[in-house]
């Protein structure tokens, strides 16, 4: 079953072709992993998906219907989630307070019922409730990020560059419990990263993006060898 279809999608900043006629799909529980140079248009392909831009052609389908001219927060409803490269944590409020206001906001729920989802979340990841967003190492905020995309029960997750900033271990761990939950929840997922060498351990297909074209698309091992990839965005180095 495919989950998301992107039609020829192109997307202009004035002059700019930050996406040029791109399209693939999106299989019912599948990792798909994009990367690609700084300005390649990873994040830019994100933000068309979630609804923050309207690209200049082209078509999104989702679960068999177009959802081209659907605000974000409709979108957040059908399912369609997403994480920040910068978190959006709020710095005044608690872990608890951050990820309740996040179900009350995007999926209408009350502030009773929100807390109670929160707790039993903030329990199993052994969080500590009333610790203050400014108090937070990133590693908490990125995973306090996760856990606000989790409790919106996405059918699809638009991850970006959530390892930025982390040590191999602190990725290792959030790279476990985003597959964990991927696997028992049956999530798909487009994950967007600039760490290539954690990504494919966790991807199920890879897509490589450079000046807004599609480059590459495959399975991981083989996609990082080809020699375009390579060129345009691991300096010449393959990874091992």
Known sequence: MTMLTINNISKRFGG???????????????????????????TTLINIISGVYKPNSGRIVFEGRDIQNLKTWERTRLGIVRSFQIPSIFKEFTVSENLAYSLCFSKGYSKTKALELVKKAIEEH??????????????????????RVLLLEPKLI???EIFSGLTAQEADKLGELIIKNSSSS?????????????????VNRLIVLNFGYKIAEGKPDEVIRRGEVIEAYLGGVVLS
Do not use: C, Q
Not at 128 to 145: D, P
Not at 186 to 202: D, N, P, Q, T
């Open 16 to 42: 700019i072709i930050a996406i040029n006629d791109l399209s693939f799909s999106v299989g019912a529980g599948e990792v798909l992993g994009v990367i690609g140079p700084n300005g390649s248009g990873k």
């Open 126 to 147: 052994e969080l500590s409730a009333n610790k203050k967003g400014s108090e937070l190492t990133l590693f908490e905020e990125r995973l306090v990020e996760i856990l």
């Open 158 to 160: 638009l991850i970006d």
């Open 186 to 202: 049956k999530f798909s997922m487009i994950w967007v990263e600039h760490r290539v060498k954690e990504l494919i351990k966790y």
